[in-house]
């Protein structure tokens, strides 16, 4: 075989490699591990690199991830009725309360800013998003939910608040280390094994300057409120003379300095669903002027309104919901979408939401919101041209965001005010609305949305697709209290180098190929394992005693 014939198949198999490489899916790349999470053998493990190490996030979701979200039976049904259906939902959930109310096939308008609050041990269900709709035809929806889990007694649709439950509390003796699940307590009167409790300290001078190097930028206090101070929502599991055992760590030193406290609250609800429906909002005749990110939304009649929010809950879902146009335009909800606040154990799956009016400042157009919350799971869902997509706020942690797209958000997905502390946002797609901005940050905001100051911590930032690929992850993250930053397989970071001491990055460009894909995944499958192996063995010791 002459060279000239040898040279031509040499470039037929060429051309033929090159046509199969160009026909793989993007997703087709070379596998690799985090030097923090690689695989020995059929399974992934921690692992400790420098001052380096990957939080735990097995125990955002529902029950912990330890229990599948429960297909609750129907005890009642209801058709939609003429004229305004508020009062309609809301009778027939006090007759469905201990199971499921379905809402049969057709349209609910709502012509009443009355909110529609689930309680406890109760499922609002639709007949399927394209099947039970949910119009709310006003305008004057501002500072209110149209469904509600569990209303606290604070009107507030962004936060609620615990301060109606602080008559029994506790001060903690000394510094707490972080993953520590003991608290010496000067004393446990009130507290009873079960009781929902609020681990947290104080924020003053010595605090803010610690983690912002600053009490004041431009005038403005940093962390201005107690709403900014650590706090981790737990139960407790045993008590003696002078100790809280708690049932999970808590994930952030909090020192004595600070007054860190124990508080007894008694205003969580559980088992509190919203699945399988669509909900829409009338477009308000002066949306253009709100529509705008420069504009003042708080002055509109809509302003901070949410088509969901759940307060005070644990154990919780909402699943298989949208967000559609009543009229057929852009336009589907008022301002706010989804709000998860000062709850715990929540998942949240399958939704898509998106198209609010108001866009302006002053906490209009968010779609997805975790404000202090702990340990929730937003899954699989789809956010679409707010202001910000998906967003933490004020010290929430052990939440996870998971297989999430985010198309066209105005500004950043983001940690947005205070520390948030140890969240995991991975396996996510996001489409950015112009070139050359971040696609989702933590950083240090100083003094914007009132003294916002360093939003995070301990976060970590795992195999996440950006377009167009000239915009970043940004990560600058508090290094107080033995912080770290994390980003690892994405499209591209921006922030501290890879030489900071505080931050880690890896994979930079190869986020497809990273394994596994769920971080959150692995670790439950990891620590669920561990568990059932532990209680083999407590039950084989129980035999063997009993022998």
Same mark, same amino acid.
């Not at 790349?29 to 030097?35: A, F, V």
């Not at 639709?126 to 006003?138: L, P, Q, W």
């Given at each position: 075989?002459?060279?000239?014939?040898?040279?031509?198949?040499?470039?037929?198999?060429?051309?033929?490699?090159?046509?199969?490489?160009?026909?793989?899916?993007?997703?087709?790349?070379?596998?690799?591990?985090?030097?923090? *999470?690689?695989?020995?053998?059929?399974?992934?493990?921690?692992?400790?690199?420098?001052? *380096?190490?990957?939080?735990?996030?097995?125990?955002?979701?529902?029950?912990?991830?330890?229990?599948?979200?429960?297909?609750?039976?129907?005890?009642?049904?209801?058709?939609?009725?003429?004229?305004?259906?508020?009062?309609?939902?809301?009778?027939?959930? &006090?007759?469905?309360?201990?199971?499921?109310?379905?809402?049969?096939?057709?349209?609910?308008?709502?012509?009443?800013?009355?909110?529609?609050?689930?309680?406890?041990? +109760?499922?609002?269900?639709?007949?399927?998003?394209?099947?039970?709709?949910?119009?709310?035809?006003?305008?004057? +929806?501002?500072?209110?939910?149209?469904?509600?889990?569990?209303?606290?007694?604070?009107?507030?649709?962004?936060?609620?608040?615990?301060?109606?439950?602080?008559?029994?509390?506790?001060?903690?003796?000394?510094?707490?280390?972080?993953?520590?699940?003991?608290?010496?307590?000067?004393? +446990?009167?009130?507290?009873?094994?079960?009781?929902?409790?609020?681990?947290?300290?104080?924020?003053?001078?010595?605090?803010?300057?610690?983690?912002?190097?600053?009490?004041?930028?431009?005038?403005?206090?940093?962390?201005?409120?107690?709403?900014?101070?650590?706090?981790?929502?737990?139960?407790?599991?045993?008590?003696?003379?002078?100790?809280?055992?708690?049932?999970?760590?808590?994930?952030?030193?909090? &020192?004595?300095?600070?007054?860190?406290?124990?508080?007894?609250?008694?205003?969580?609800?559980?088992?509190?669903?919203?699945?399988?429906?669509?909900?829409?909002?009338?477009?308000?005749?002066?949306?253009?002027?709100?529509?705008?990110?420069?504009?003042?939304?708080?002055?509109?009649?809509?302003?901070?309104?949410?088509?969901?929010?759940?307060?005070?809950?644990?154990?919780?879902?909402?699943?298989?919901?949208?967000?559609?146009?009543?009229?057929?335009?852009?336009?589907?909800?008022?301002?706010?979408?989804?709000?998860?606040?000062?709850?715990?154990?929540?998942?949240?799956?399958?939704?898509?939401?998106?198209?609010?009016?108001?866009?302006?400042?002053?906490?209009?157009?968010?779609?997805?919101?975790?404000?202090?919350?702990?340990?929730?799971?937003?899954?699989?869902?789809?956010?679409?041209?707010?202001?910000?997509?998906?967003?933490?706020?004020?010290?929430?942690?052990?939440?996870?965001?998971?297989?999430?797209?985010?198309?066209?958000?105005?500004?950043?997905?983001? *940690?947005?005010?205070?520390?948030?502390?140890?969240?995991?946002?991975?396996?996510?797609?996001?489409?950015?609305?112009?070139?050359?901005?971040?696609?989702?940050?933590?950083?240090?905001?100083?003094?914007?949305?009132?003294?916002?100051?360093?939003?995070?911590?301990?976060?970590?930032?795992?195999?996440?697709?950006?377009?167009?690929?000239?915009?970043?992850?940004?990560?600058?993250?508090?290094?107080?209290?033995?912080?770290?930053?994390?980003?690892?397989?994405?499209?591209?970071?921006?922030?501290?180098?890879?030489?900071?001491?505080?931050?880690?990055?890896?994979?930079?460009?190869?986020?497809?190929?990273?394994?596994?894909?769920?971080?959150?995944?692995?670790?439950?499958?990891?620590?669920?394992?561990?568990?059932?192996?532990?209680?083999?063995?407590?039950?084989?010791?129980?035999?063997?005693?009993?022998?």
């Amino acid at each position: 075989m002459n060279l000239i014939r040898i040279g031509q198949i040499a470039m037929v198999v060429i051309s033929v490699v090159l046509v199969v490489i160009m026909a793989m899916p993007v997703w087709a790349t070379i596998p690799w591990e985090s030097q923090l *999470f690689p695989k020995e053998g059929d399974h992934y493990k921690f692992t400790k690199v420098r001052d *380096f190490e990957l939080p735990d996030f097995s125990h955002a979701g529902y029950h912990s991830g330890e229990m599948p979200i429960p297909n609750v039976a129907v005890k009642k049904e209801i058709g939609p009725i003429e004229g305004d259906n508020a009062n309609h939902i809301r009778a027939a959930l &006090k007759e469905a309360a201990g199971g499921a109310l379905l809402l049969k096939q057709g349209t609910c308008r709502i012509r009443s800013k009355s909110e529609i609050v689930i309680p406890a041990n +109760t499922v609002l269900k639709g007949s399927g998003t394209d099947k039970t709709f949910i119009f709310v035809d006003i305008d004057n +929806t501002g500072q209110s939910s149209v469904i509600v889990g569990n209303r606290s007694k604070n009107t507030d649709p962004r936060i609620s608040r615990w301060e109606h439950s602080r008559e029994i509390k506790t001060d903690i003796v000394g510094d707490v280390p972080n993953n520590v699940s003991v608290l010496s307590v000067k004393t +446990t009167d009130g507290f009873s094994v079960g009781d929902w409790v609020v681990i947290k300290n104080e924020v003053n001078d010595d605090f803010r300057k610690e983690y912002n190097g600053v009490t004041k930028v431009k005038g403005k206090t940093i962390w201005p409120s107690d709403r900014s101070s650590i706090k981790f929502l737990r139960r407790i599991t045993h008590i003696d003379v002078s100790n809280i055992t708690i049932d999970r760590p808590i994930t952030h030193v909090l &020192k004595g300095r600070d007054n860190p406290h124990v508080m007894k609250v008694t205003c969580m609800a559980s088992e509190i669903g919203v699945e399988d429906l669509s909900i829409g909002f009338r477009t308000p005749s002066d949306y253009p002027k709100y529509h705008d990110g420069h504009s003042k939304g708080q002055e509109a009649t809509y302003h901070n309104s949410a088509a969901i929010q759940f307060g005070n809950v644990v154990n919780g879902w909402i699943r298989n919901v949208k967000t559609y146009s009543p009229q057929g335009n852009n336009i589907h909800i008022h301002s706010r979408g989804i709000v998860l606040a000062n709850s715990r154990y929540i998942t949240v799956e399958n939704c898509d939401l998106g198209y609010p009016a108001n866009i302006g400042g002053g906490g209009n157009g968010y779609i997805y919101v975790i404000s202090m919350s702990n340990d929730c799971l937003i899954r699989n869902c789809v956010a679409r041209e707010g202001r910000h997509n998906f967003l933490f706020s004020y010290t929430s942690s052990g939440n996870v965001i998971s297989s999430c797209k985010s198309f066209k958000s105005l500004l950043p997905n983001d *940690f947005h005010h205070s520390l948030s502390i140890g969240n995991l946002v991975e396996n996510m797609q996001i489409t950015c609305s112009h070139s050359k901005s971040n696609a989702f940050q933590t950083k240090n905001r100083g003094s914007g949305s009132c003294g916002a100051g360093i939003t995070g911590t301990n976060n970590v930032f795992w195999r996440i697709a950006i377009d167009p690929d000239d915009c970043t992850i940004y990560s600058r993250q508090a290094s107080a209290g033995g912080g770290k930053g994390y980003v690892i397989g994405v499209t591209a970071v921006s922030g501290p180098s890879v030489t900071d001491a505080s931050e880690w990055r890896e994979g930079i460009g190869s986020d497809a190929g990273l394994r596994p894909a769920s971080l959150y995944s692995e670790q439950l499958s990891l620590r669920l394992g561990r568990e059932k192996k532990a209680l083999g063995s407590v039950q084989n010791l129980r035999l063997i005693i009993s022998d």
